[in-house]
């Protein structure tokens, strides 16, 4: 970092000397001493002075994390363009190192903290919070790819992931009685060159013909159990979730508490468990690549079957049944009834136990 702040201390002194060797004659510097590095110590007095400026502000913006956490809010306010929020991502993650050091990440988990108090107090209900798009969003994601995350979101969905979606030719997650309608005539046709079938049959009468009803049947059944595998993988997991991970949503509950004191705090930890969902794990189901969770692309059956669990279970933590929308997986509330969302709330209430470790690191 004193290096960092040492270029751009440096920087202006630089250019004035690149832009004077420019304007000489060539024979004039051909003898001129280069340097590969910046050397605080070839500074001159003014210069030093501007570099002792550059680390007082660089250490006031780690350590007092209310100054970006209000560029961050106003930016939001402002409709900031994506370019410029890039560059403001970029210049934090330096200012913090990456977080790669315990010392880096322990004033960046407390900006991330104080950024979402920020955005809290400046929403009037909790339902304004849930739906606005934030910076610290963008932040968590990028502190959330070190290998640290990665290689926790890989030793834990792996098995689900790849093992028991992925992997199996024969799974078919497909719920929408059209669709399957649909297979089922194609296949037909290839298999005899002609079909019986009425290529426009309604949906409504679609998922009473008995082999698509039975296809329909076996799919839901198939994405119930991978959903139960789902919160069992995840409830295993809690323990071992990364300190920063807990320690954010952790703060986020606490600051939803302080400024919304009337809602019910079953609605709050919902609110906590979505967006951890959103951020952090959700990505493994719609680009699993990008994740380490495999080393090649997904075919398209594959990325169809991700797509629909991750449907099911964006659901499923949001603590929402099936509307109208997709009203052909309505069948499966009597499962968020029954048992999935009460599995949420004993996974929610775990992480809400297990906040002393989180708080005791950065206390």
Request: proline letters at 4%; charged letters at 30%.
């Amino acid at each position: 970092m004193d290096a960092k702040i040492g270029l751009l201390a440096h920087n202006k002194i630089a250019s004035d000397e690149a832009a004077r060797l420019r304007h000489m004659p060539s024979s004039a510097h051909r003898g001129t001493p280069t340097k590969d590095s910046f050397n605080s110590r070839t500074l001159n007095k003014g210069s030093r002075a501007k570099l002792e400026r550059y680390q007082e502000l660089f250490f006031i913006l780690q350590t007092q994390p209310q100054y970006l956490a209000r560029l961050f809010r106003k930016n939001r306010e402002q409709g900031v363009v994506d370019a410029d929020q890039k560059r403001l991502e970029s210049l934090v993650m330096s200012t913090f190192a990456h977080a790669q050091k315990q010392r880096e990440e322990y004033y960046f988990l407390k900006l991330l903290a104080k950024s979402v108090q920020e955005e809290c107090n400046a929403c009037g209900a909790i339902q304004e919070f849930q739906r606005g798009s934030y910076f610290f969003d963008r932040l968590f994601r990028t502190y959330t790819r070190a290998p640290r995350d990665r290689k926790f979101l890989r030793q834990t969905f792996t098995p689900l992931i790849r093992n028991m979606i992925l992997d199996d030719d024969q799974l078919d997650l497909e719920s929408d009685p059209r669709q399957i309608y649909r297979f089922l005539l194609n296949d037909e046709e290839l298999r005899t060159g002609t079909c019986s079938r009425d290529p426009n049959l309604p949906q409504g009468i679609a998922i009473k013909e008995p082999d698509v009803r039975a296809i329909f049947v076996k799919n839901l059944q198939d994405v119930k159990e991978l959903a139960d595998h789902f919160l069992e993988t995840l409830q295993e997991a809690i323990p071992r979730l990364p300190f920063g991970v807990r320690y954010v949503t952790r703060q986020m509950f606490d600051s939803l508490s302080e400024r919304y004191p009337q809602e019910d705090q079953r609605h709050l930890l919902r609110a906590v468990t979505f967006w951890t969902w959103k951020h952090y794990i959700k990505p493994i189901f719609t680009s699993p690549e990008d994740s380490g969770i495999i080393e090649r692309s997904v075919d398209p059956a594959g990325k169809r079957n991700l797509n629909m669990m991750a449907l099911v279970l964006n659901q499923l933590i949001m603590g929402r049944e099936f509307d109208e929308e997709h009203f052909y997986l309505k069948p499966l509330n009597r499962y968020f009834t029954g048992t999935g969302f009460s599995k949420m709330d004993d996974i929610r209430a775990q992480c809400k136990h297990n906040k002393h470790s989180a708080c005791l690191y950065l206390s």
